[in-house]
Antibody
C-alpha cells in the first residue's frame, strides 16, 4: 500500500523560505522508474505542477518557478524535500506530493499541506 | 492563466453522458500521448481517473473514458451519478522544458 504525507509549516512570512517534506511508504527510490512530484493548488484555483525527482536523482522544475525551487530526496528515509525561496502571498496554496504512475500522471497523493503566506 | 483550456462548468442529469474538453497545443496535448484527468471533490486530494489519454487505473469505473483528437483531449462521463459531481482537471506532458501543464478545471454539476 502506497501512502504519502506532507509536513511543514502552515504559515510563513513574506520573503521567508518554505521547506516541505514528503514522507512516503510502499515504494522506494531504489526501484527504477520511481518518481515523486509536488503539485500545488491556491484556494479555489487550479492545480499547478511544481517539481519532480526521479529514482536516479534526475530533476524537473516548472520553468516559471525554477529559480526558486529545489527538490531533493533521502532514499534511506523515504522522503522528498521541496524548498521554495522568497515566498509571497501568491504562493498561498495547498501543497501536495504525489507518486508518479507513468509519464506525468500522479496516482497516489498525500493529503496536502495548506501553506499561508502572510505577515 | 492555465496552459490547457477547459470549460469552467459542465452539467448533466443522472444517467446522462457529459463530455469535458481540454485544449492545448502541438507542444503538449497534440504532441504526446500523456494526457491525464483528475477528479477532485471539495477538500480532498485529486484522484487520477484517466492516464495516457484513455487508460483507467484500477478501481475507476468504466463510466469514465478518455480520448484525444489533435490538440484537444476529452473526458466523457457516462451514466452520470450524484457522486460524479466534482471538479475535473486535465494535465499533459509538455516536453522536456515545460514538462507538465494543467488545465484550469471544470466544475461538473449533476442536476
Amino acid at each position: 500500500q502506497i501512502t504519502l504525507k506532507e509536513s511543514g509549516p502552515t504559515l510563513v512570512k513574506p520573503t521567508q523560505n518554505l521547506t516541505l517534506t514528503c514522507t512516503f511508504s510502499g515504494f522506494s527510490f531504489t526501484t527504477s522508474g520511481v518518481g515523486v512530484g509536488w503539485i500545488r493548488q491556491p484556494p479555489g484555483k487550479a492545480l499547478e505542477w511544481l517539481a519532480l525527482i526521479y529514482w536516479d536523482d534526475d530533476k524537473r522544475y516548472t520553468p516559471s518557478l525554477k529559480s526558486r525551487l529545489t527538490i531533493t530526496k533521502d532514499t534511506s528515509e523515504s522522503q522528498v524535500v521541496l524548498t521554495m525561496t522568497n515566498m509571497g502571498p501568491v504562493d498561498t496554496a495547498t501543497y501536495y506530493c504525489a507518486h508518479r504512475l507513468s509519464g506525468t500522471s500522479w496516482l497516489y497523493w498525500g493529503q496536502g499541506n495548506l501553506v499561508t503566506v502572510s505577515s | 492563466q492555465s496552459a490547457l483550456t477547459q470549460p469552467p462548468s459542465a452539467s448533466g442529469s443522472p444517467g446522462q453522458s457529459v463530455a469535458i474538453s481540454c485544449t492545448g497545443t502541438s507542444s503538449d496535448v497534440g504532441g504526446h500521448n500523456y494526457v491525464s484527468w483528475y477528479q477532485q471533490h471539495p477538500g480532498k486530494a485529486p484522484r487520477l481517473i484517466i492516464y495516457e489519454v484513455s487508460k483507467r487505473p484500477s478501481g475507476v469505473p468504466d463510466r469514465f473514458s478518455g480520448s484525444k483528437s489533435g490538440n484537444t483531449a476529452s473526458l466523457t462521463v457516462s451514466g452520470l451519478q450524484a457522486e460524479d459531481e466534482a471538479d475535473y482537471y486535465c494535465s499533459s506532458y509538455a516536453g522536456s522544458n515545460n514538462f507538465e501543464v494543467f488545465g484550469g478545471g471544470t466544475k461538473l454539476t449533476v442536476l
